[in-house]
């Protein structure tokens, strides 16, 4: 099947979705692994490859974006209602 991600960075533990991707509907990676949203993944948003817990970093481009301010299962919906964002040097 045709991917519906992207992982951008191979250290990320997040990935993009290319499409809109319903509940309970199959993340295709493609390196061709596939798991199962738990809730609605929009157009351009995050979802976690796999389990993410309270304080654990989140990774996009290889490189920190935040971390959980919750736990997030496999297939969840990372975004700001579950993502601390905080300000680095040098900006993102």
Not at 18 to 46: M, N, Q, W
Not at 63 to 91: C, F, M, S, Y
């Amino acid at each position: 099947m045709k991917p519906n991600v992207i992982v951008i960075n191979p250290k990320d533990n997040v990935a993009v979705a290319l499409s809109d991707i319903g509940p309970g509907e199959a993340v295709i990676l493609p390196d061709g692994r596939e798991f199962v949203t738990c809730v609605a993944i929009p157009y351009s948003h995050k979802v976690a490859l796999a389990e993410i817990s309270v304080g654990e970093e989140i990774i996009k481009y290889g490189e920190v974006i935040g971390e959980a301010k919750e736990p997030i299962p496999q297939g969840g919906w990372v975004h700001t209602h579950n993502l601390d964002i905080e300000e680095r040097k040098g900006g993102r």
